[in-house]
């Protein structure tokens, strides 16, 4: 599913009609961050991506904060 096609299908029928409130104007924000590179978001990524993704913040998990940094001098 395109982003595109997700957001013409997510409009509620309420909202595409004319009526005596139509004039209110309804607001919303959203806010769409990636922290996780080279992966697609979950409403595009198939069943496999998204395997992909809980496979790599698991191994991510099993990490200690320790070998996480240890790339970086000041913990040499």
């Known amino acids: ?7 013409s299908e997510a409009l509620s029928p309420w909202m595409k009609k004319d009526g005596p409130d139509s004039d209110i104007v309804l607001s919303s ?11 697609k978001f979950p409403i595009l990524a198939t069943m496999e991506e998204s395997y992909a993704v809980i496979k790599h913040v698991g191994e991510a ?5 320790y070998e996480r940094l ?5 913990f040499m």
Do not use: W
């Not at 599913?1 to 957001?7: A, K, T, Y």
């Not at 998990?61 to 904060?65: D, R």
């Not at 240890?70 to 000041?74: E, F, G, N, Q, S």
């Open 70 to 74: 240890a790339h970086l001098k000041c």
């Open 29 to 39: 924000r959203i806010r769409l961050a990636r922290n996780i590179e080279e992966y």
């Open 61 to 65: 998990l099993t990490v200690s904060p």
């Open 1 to 7: 599913m395109s982003l595109e096609q997700f957001i």
